[in-house]
């Protein structure tokens, strides 16, 4: 089945201690972005990828971090989460073209005290 | 600034009710327009799309939407409102069509279904 995997589902952790969100597609797709949700402010982009070590920023990519060494696994990284990123994050994925929509995963609810 | 705007947070309609939800943008030239809707605890599923061509698209669920050049705008619509519609919707555009697939999301309606 053609899925975005995230994990883990939902998260708490404390300021400052490092937690990396793994991303997977199995569609071969050469885009894949972050986007984070929070009430009335509807999804805003973190960072996006273009292809295999080819990534940038979005609208909202401070405290943020991504890679992108295989095709398939775009992981999120904050180096040191802070209260203002509870929040929650969705991972998408699509061919390359502005045409095609996004594939979306179920999100992960992250809770940082 | 350029912007994905829709200007309704909650919308609450009878079931079996026809249902508008309100999307503006303000890019200059036709972007790619989007649908998407999210059903609590779940990621976001299209529901359609508008390219080019024919400004009335079909989509899924039985929605459609009308794409208006002059209003810059992409109304969702559904002549017959299902229980199961409840959900949030999400206008987004892809604002370079010569680009890859940088999606701008609106902020979003809530829709609430009643009996």
């Known amino acids: 089945e053609a899925q975005v995997t995230q994990n883990p589902r939902y998260l708490i952790t404390v300021t400052g201690k490092k937690l990396t969100v793994t991303c997977s597609q199995n569609m071969n797709h050469e885009y894949m972005s972050w986007y984070r949700q929070d009430p009335g402010l509807g999804l805003r982009q973190i960072y996006y990828?273009?292809?295999?070590?080819?990534?940038d920023k979005g609208d909202v990519p401070e405290g943020y971090k991504v890679s992108r060494k295989e095709k398939r696994n775009f992981p999120l990284i904050l180096e040191s989460p802070s209260p203002n990123q509870t929040s929650l994050y969705f991972c998408a994925s699509s061919p390359i073209s502005g045409k095609s929509p996004l594939h979306f995963g179920n999100g992960t609810r992250l809770t940082v005290t | 600034a350029q912007s994905v705007t829709q200007p309704d947070i909650h919308i609450t309609v009878s079931e079996g009710a026809s249902l508008e939800l309100r999307c503006n943008y303000s890019y200059g030239a036709t972007p790619y327009l989007f649908w998407y809707v999210q059903s609590p605890g779940q990621g976001l599923q299209l529901l359609l799309k508008?390219?080019?061509?024919?400004?009335l698209v079909q989509g899924i669920k039985g929605f459609e939407a009308e794409f208006k050049r002059s209003q810059s705008s992409f109304n969702l619509r559904k002549p017959s409102v299902h229980w199961s519609d409840a959900a949030e919707y999400f206008c987004?555009?892809?604002?370079?069509?010569?680009?890859?697939?940088?999606?701008?999301f609106g902020t979003g309606t809530r829709l609430t279904v009643i009996p």
């Open positions: 990828s273009m292809n295999v070590e080819v990534t």
């Open positions: 987004a555009v892809v604002p370079d069509q010569t680009g890859a697939n940088n999606l701008f």
């Open positions: 508008y390219f080019s061509g024919d400004t």
